[in-house]
């Protein structure tokens, strides 16, 4: 999970949002859960609102439509932060709209809700926080893990299923891959070969879980290197240092 910028939405799909949001306030409230179901699947939304919606949140992360929750790409789905089924009025709301994957959205979150005791959600929002605050990857194993004490650090990885299935083989399989090009990018770079430097970031920035070179350059500056890359190469570490490259993977 990585820090996402959240843009404000053109005039016309806030006030399209906005409609329904008022749309919804005036259904009683016993009626409000069905009425919702029915507005989220009518043509003339998926039509006008959902889908340009869908697309501003695609364009908010890296790669290709990564899930905000657990990275991976192809993301497609809209997922509420806060369900539909616990707070309707919150169904049209653009903060609580995130990108995700279907097996986060569907398979695992689900309508699973905890709140923060104030009127947020224990789930992390990479669009309002820095998930890095509550989680760290491990690179070599690809697990995530809580920072200490931190509630929604834990509830994240746990609703999400952050380390389910084979995230965290995936995840451990792209760091591995992700170090063999950075090698790439700086051999390319001592034979003064522009074209394979590009190719190399190219590559990094391509791989499935964007959310694995972030962390690597997060817990790089976090100081984290000492646990986190235990059994990295002093070399990697080096490059996730060097400024230039740094520029690349973050331009
Ligand atoms: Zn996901």
Same mark, same amino acid.
């Given at each position: 999970?990585?820090?996402?910028?959240? /843009?404000?939405?053109?005039?016309?799909? *806030?006030?399209?949002? %906005?409609?329904?949001? &008022?749309? %919804?306030?005036?259904? @009683?409230? @016993?009626?409000?859960?069905?009425?919702?179901?029915?507005? =989220?699947?009518?043509?003339?939304?998926?039509? &006008?609102?959902?889908? @340009?919606?869908? *697309?501003?949140? *695609?364009?908010?992360? @890296? +790669?290709?439509?990564?899930?905000?929750?657990?990275?991976?790409?192809?993301?497609?789905?809209?997922?509420? $932060?806060?369900?539909?089924?616990?707070?309707?009025?919150?169904?049209?709301?653009? /903060?609580?709209?995130?990108?995700?994957?279907?097996?986060?959205?569907?398979?695992?979150?689900?309508?699973?809700?905890?709140?923060?005791? $104030?009127? +947020?959600?224990?789930?992390? &929002?990479?669009?309002?926080?820095? /998930?890095?605050?509550?989680?760290?990857? =491990?690179?070599?194993?690809?697990?995530?893990? /809580?920072?200490?004490?931190?509630?929604?650090?834990?509830?994240?990885?746990?609703?999400?299923?952050?380390?389910?299935?084979?995230?965290?083989?995936?995840?451990?399989?792209? =760091?591995?891959?992700?170090?063999?090009?950075?090698? !790439?990018?700086?051999?390319?770079?001592?034979?003064?070969?522009?074209?394979?430097?590009?190719?190399?970031?190219?590559?990094?920035?391509?791989?499935?879980?964007?959310?694995?070179?972030? !962390?690597?350059?997060?817990?790089?500056?976090?100081?984290?290197?000492?646990?986190?890359? !235990?059994?990295?190469?002093?070399?990697?570490?080096? %490059?996730?240092?060097?400024?230039?490259?740094?520029?690349?993977?973050?331009?």
């Amino acid at each position: 999970m990585i820090r996402i910028t959240r /843009p404000r939405l053109p005039s016309e799909l *806030e006030t399209a949002l %906005l409609k329904l949001t &008022d749309e %919804l306030a005036g259904t @009683p409230v @016993p009626e409000r859960r069905k009425h919702v179901n029915r507005m =989220w699947k009518r043509e003339t939304f998926r039509r &006008d609102v959902y889908t @340009p919606v869908r *697309e501003a949140l *695609e364009g908010m992360t @890296p +790669g290709y439509d990564c899930c905000m929750y657990c990275g991976d790409h192809l993301a497609d789905t809209i997922d509420h $932060l806060v369900p539909k089924a616990v707070c309707a009025l919150r169904t049209f709301y653009w /903060p609580n709209l995130l990108l995700a994957c279907s097996p986060c959205n569907s398979r695992y979150k689900g309508d699973q809700h905890e709140g923060d005791g $104030l009127l +947020g959600s224990l789930l992390v &929002d990479p669009t309002r926080e820095n /998930p890095f605050d509550h989680l760290t990857l =491990w690179l070599d194993s690809g697990v995530y893990r /809580p920072v200490e004490g931190s509630s929604k650090g834990e509830w994240t990885i746990k609703v999400c299923g952050l380390n389910e299935g084979k995230r965290s083989r995936v995840r451990a399989a792209a =760091w591995v891959k992700i170090g063999g090009h950075l090698r !790439a990018w700086d051999r390319a770079r001592s034979e003064r070969n522009e074209k394979d430097m590009r190719f190399a970031v190219y590559c990094i920035r391509d791989q499935p879980f964007a959310d694995v070179y972030y !962390a690597a350059l997060h817990h790089v500056d976090a100081g984290d290197a000492q646990n986190i890359f !235990a059994e990295t190469n002093p070399d990697v570490l080096a %490059l996730l240092r060097d400024d230039q490259l740094r520029e690349a993977l973050l331009a």
